[in-house]
């Protein structure tokens, strides 16, 4: 009587709480398997993830991640707002996890009714300016002399004045007081400066003012990287950085796309596991069904007394 032969299960990988594993790595790339002791797949996810999301950011200048935009009004409206939304990629860039949901956030802060050029401030504001005296005239705006420095804002009331320190042009010393503040400018936007405009009083004898003409002042201050960082472009915006980048952009998106579908499966192999090949944990599980219906497995000395043998054989 020949002997059964078995092949012993290969050692299966302990998930742990899989559902947890699977939305800690939703969170952070790699977070999953570094929970379930994982390391080697949670250092090449990691790395790999994060390094296509960055590249692409940074191919794309930090604005190819973002949610919405100015049409749509910042919600899910039916015809173009979806579609648009949908050709982003946002929904791609999503399970990158929470280093791509900010821009959930900044599309709720961009679109705020509160968030228009006006002159408003909540407290101090100090920044470096960039730009000038200006005069209308019949043929359009004219710069009377270029500014560069420091600008200091205050509210004031329902108003907002300030002073200027810096130079001028050709580097003479100049300082100004402002008057109300009359553009400031949205407060969140993806563009990296933010409008400033103030009316003037009083302004150095050295710089001629033609007759009739009223000055103001009008320039740029930097905006803050929290209020520009996955802030919705527009469609102006999304002009101005195709025209500029070209088809370095349409790289960006992809590696930020390719980022969050790899990370998809990501979390599918927290949840469920490696993939074993067929003959492995295929046949085992097999195994366990037959013995829980009360059959033997294939290739015991049961089954193989209850298979038929050819006719003159012995058994």
Known sequence: MSSATSTSPEQSVDLKNRWLAASLALLFPGLGHLYQGRTFKAAIYCVCILGL???GQALGEWKVVYLGDSEAGGRFAAGRGVVKRL??????????GALAWPAVIQSRRYQDPSNVGRAELD???EAPFLGGIWIDTPEGPKALVDLSGTVRLEPNGANVRGRFVGTTHD????????GTVTDLGQKVSANEDRTLEARLGEIP????VPAGARPYFKGAIPRPFLDRYQVPLGDQGEDILTAKLGG???IAYVFTWIAGLLNVLAIWDALDGPAYGYGTEFEERKK??????????????DETARRPQPAGRAL
């Open 53 to 55: 999301f960055f590249s």
């Open 288 to 301: 366990r069904r037959r013995r829980k219906d009360g059959e033997s497995p294939a290739g015991s000395p």
């Open 171 to 178: 580097g003479q010393p100049i300082e100004l007081a402002l």
């Open 87 to 96: 050709l982003q990629g946002y929904a791609a860039q999503f399970p990158v």
């Open 123 to 125: 407290g101090p504001l």
């Open 248 to 250: 370095r952009l349409e």
């Open 205 to 208: 004898r050295t710089i001629e």
